[in-house]
């Protein structure tokens, strides 16, 4: 027995919508018997016929449990508990927002400090060993 707060009708409705099927679309595929005019009358209903709710679901290819079990109001809190500003934090889930332009002038930076202590090494290498040679021809 359908839960109480679940409104079939409405629910096809919804499923109807998200798929991008319009009502002429849906009574199409149903057959003969089926008009814009009922589709609008059945998505009013609480409570559909089971063995309609069976030819609406395989005409709208979802399993008959999807309109008989969503809840809208269900679904919102869901979605608005967990998905929230601040749920990414609650959840532990980091969010990074590089900019690549910053990246690469970070990374220029870090390599031309890498080359300038590089060039400053072999200028303090460069002393040391004309100092040595200096030394040597002073003992020669």
């Given at each position: ?9 409405r629910?096809?409705?919804?499923f ?17 018997d ?17 063995a ?39 959840n ?5 927002n ?24 072999k ?18």
């Amino acid at each position: 027995m359908p839960n109480n707060h679940i409104h079939e009708g409405r629910n096809i409705k919804r499923f109807r919508e998200m798929l991008g099927i319009k009502q002429d679309a849906l009574a199409a595929d149903l057959g003969d018997d089926w008009n814009q005019q009922k589709i609008s009358l059945l998505e009013q209903k609480e409570t559909v016929d089971p063995a309609i709710l069976q030819i609406v679901s395989t005409a709208l290819k979802i399993p008959v449990e999807a309109i008989q079990n969503f809840d809208e109001e269900a679904a919102v809190n869901l979605i608005s508990c967990n998905f929230s500003d601040n749920a990414m934090f609650n959840n532990r889930i980091e969010v990074f927002n590089n900019n690549p332009i910053e990246e690469l002038k970070k990374l220029h930076e870090e390599k031309m400090a890498l080359y300038e202590r590089m060039l400053k090494e072999k200028d303090e290498m460069m002393a040391r060993l004309e100092k040595l040679i200096g030394e040597v021809k002073n003992n020669i």
